[in-house]
T-cell receptor, first 113, second 115 residues
Framework: KAGVTQTPRYLIKTRGQQVTLSCSPISGHRSVSWYQQTPGQGLQFLFEYFSETQRNKGNFPGRFSGRQFSNSRSEMNVSTLELGDSALYLC????????????FGPGTRLTVL | AQKITQTQPGMFVQEKEAVTLDCTYDTSDQSYGLFWYKQPSSGEMIFLIYQGSYDEQNATEGRYSLNFQKARKSANLVISASQLGDSAMYFCAMRTFQGAQKLVFGQGTRLTINP
């Protein structure tokens, strides 16, 4: 069974641009969560999606948004990029919300210049 | 609010020795889960072990065990017979089962296994 896949793996953007990251969960998993990892702030929860609905959102500005498709694949979008958005963005999938095991993808490393 | 504290930024251990990574947590919820993840330099978070707040037995998964002391709010990870491949960042995390079901992570401990 394939694991969680994230594309692209690496991305370089400049300030003011926007970016879209993609996450494909493990087959059969319907819950997808996103996390941002930076050296200063550590790992922080961005949002959680289940059945194409955002269930929870972390404390991030409105520039961060996401969505989930009917096949459970999820995308997150960051508009008007800032230098501080440089981070590793991790996606995790689970069978459903509240499931004990969340399986993480390899992450997308975003660099904002 | 939930909080995870990992007080060891880095640890150096000789191969084949046992190692304990510390984790303390803070929550007012009665029902919660505690997790340990391993993050190699590749970046992927690898699930290691889970302990529920109502589980009476300490969780074990192969060489990993979780020393759960509920009254002290600690959930230390014990790795027996460490291997070179255990060198990585280790994160303790918590999720409560009320409200937003998100993982709250500690700052991590960088474990280095020396040959």
């Amino acid at each position: 069974k394939a694991g969680v896949t994230q594309t692209p793996r690496y991305l370089i953007k400049t300030r003011g641009q926007q970016v879209t990251l993609s996450c494909s969960p493990i087959s059969g998993h319907r819950s997808v969560s996103w996390y941002q990892q930076t050296p200063g702030q550590g790992l922080q929860f961005l949002f959680e999606y289940f059945s194409e609905t955002q269930r929870n959102k972390g404390n991030f500005p409105g520039r961060f948004s996401g969505r989930q498709f009917s096949n459970s694949r999820s995308e997150m979008n960051v508009s008007t990029l800032e230098l501080g958005d440089s981070a590793l963005y991790l996606c995790a999938s689970s069978l459903e919300p509240g499931n004990n095991e969340q399986f993480f993808g390899p992450g997308t490393r975003l660099t904002v210049l | 609010a939930q909080k995870i504290t990992q007080t060891q930024p880095g640890m150096f251990v000789q191969e084949k020795e046992a190692v304990t990574l510390d984790c303390t947590y803070d929550t007012s919820d009665q029902s919660y889960g505690l997790f340990w993840y391993k993050q190699p330099s590749s970046g992927e978070m690898i699930f290691l072990i889970y302990q529920g707040s109502y589980d009476e037995q300490n969780a074990t998964e192969g060489r990993y065990s979780l020393n759960f002391q509920k009254a002290r709010k600690s959930a230390n990870l014990v790795i027996s017979a460490s291997q070179l491949g255990d060198s990585a960042m280790y994160f303790c995390a918590m999720r409560t089962f009320q409200g937003a079901q998100k993982l709250v992570f500690g700052q991590g401990t960088r474990l280095t296994i020396n040959p």
